[in-house]
């Protein structure tokens, strides 16, 4: 079968994220800043390290199978891509963020004014969709700048903390998009065996991630008290322990509700809680 081929940003805030993920599914490959690309020992596949912007173009056409990028850039390439799995990290919004003492209140005070961005589709888009009429300045970066130096009266860019919008004296205004990182790939590859094999990878190491690995002890009188709390994967394992009347319970719990759960575990009469990370989870 022929070696696949995927994108990862070279360097910047989705690369690290991207090399762990790719590592986590088991593909064994070097992490050379220096090299353009890397061969996965393991599995016939080459990870490209490029520039995001360009990913969504080279998956397009081919020249990369698969790529792992915002969607925001997807977004604003427009490109014809197959969207494969949402990845869960490289969290953000786009937003419009206009100065902290202004007079713009509502969507339709932004028309006439100009907006600083370097996502002129994705906002020309939205301003369509809510019939605004602004005039779209796009610059190549440092956006959050722009209405300080008196080029724009709001910005439209990408924000995950808040704090740069804080310190130039912005708050946001108006959600343009929500974004994460993605797994895509070109329109032939979607049924491709290799492909497929690296979703169920990759969607395997997701699910361990928003799971935890819980073993605890409990007197057998409050055992059904304590599994009516603890769904697991299938069911929970009971384990005599050597002490008479005790179990340990052996569970997986979602993280989401983890806090929740165990408070609700020890008013059970749960005790010595063990939680642990888990690798993989494979269904
Ligand atoms: O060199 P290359 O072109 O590959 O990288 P880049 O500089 O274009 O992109 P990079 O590495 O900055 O971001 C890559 C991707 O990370 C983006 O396309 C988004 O999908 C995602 N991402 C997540 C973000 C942010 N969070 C983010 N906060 N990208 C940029 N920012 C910037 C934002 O533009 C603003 O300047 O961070 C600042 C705001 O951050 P806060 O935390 O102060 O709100
Ligand atoms: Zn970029």
């Not at 603890?230 to 983890?258: C, M, Q, Y």
Request: aromatic share 6%; hydrophobic share 40%.
């Amino acid at each position: 079968m022929k070696t696949l081929k995927i994108a990862i940003q070279k360097s910047g805030r989705l690369n690290e994220k991207s090399v762990e993920l790719l590592k986590n599914c088991g593909l064994n490959f070097e992490n050379y800043k220096s090299s353009l690309i890397s061969p996965v020992s393991n599995f016939p596949l080459e990870i490209l390290f490029l520039r995001d912007d360009d990913i969504p173009e080279y998956v397009q056409d081919g020249i990369a199978d698969l790529g792992i990028v915002g969607e925001n850039v997807i977004q604003e390439t427009e490109v014809e891509v197959s969207y494969l799995q949402r990845l869960g990290f490289g969290k953000c919004s786009l937003k419009i963020a206009v100065p902290n003492n202004n007079d713009i209140a509502s969507l339709a005070d932004l028309n006439g004014k100009a907006i600083a961005t370097t996502y002129p589709v994705i906002l020309g888009k939205f301003l369509k969709k809510e019939g605004i009429q602004s005039d779209i300045r796009t610059i190549s970066g440092s956006v959050e700048i722009s209405p300080g130096l008196g080029l724009s009266d709001a910005i439209c860019d990408l924000v995950s903390t808040g704090g740069t919008l804080k310190s130039n004296g912005l708050k946001p205004f108006a959600d343009v998009m929500s974004s994460e990182a993605v797994l895509i790939g070109s329109k032939s590859v979607e049924n491709n065996d290799l492909v497929q094999e690296l979703i169920q990878r990759i969607q395997s190491v997701l699910r361990a991630k928003e799971t935890k690995y819980v073993v605890l002890n409990v007197q057998k009188y409050n055992l059904d008290a304590v599994l009516a709390l603890l769904p697991g994967v299938k069911s929970p394992s009971v384990i005599p322990l050597a002490e008479d009347n005790w179990v340990a319970v052996h569970t997986v719990i979602p993280e989401r509700d983890f806090w929740d759960r165990i408070s609700q575990l020890k008013q059970a009469g749960a005790q010595g809680i063990v939680v642990m990370p888990i690798e993989k989870i494979i269904l």
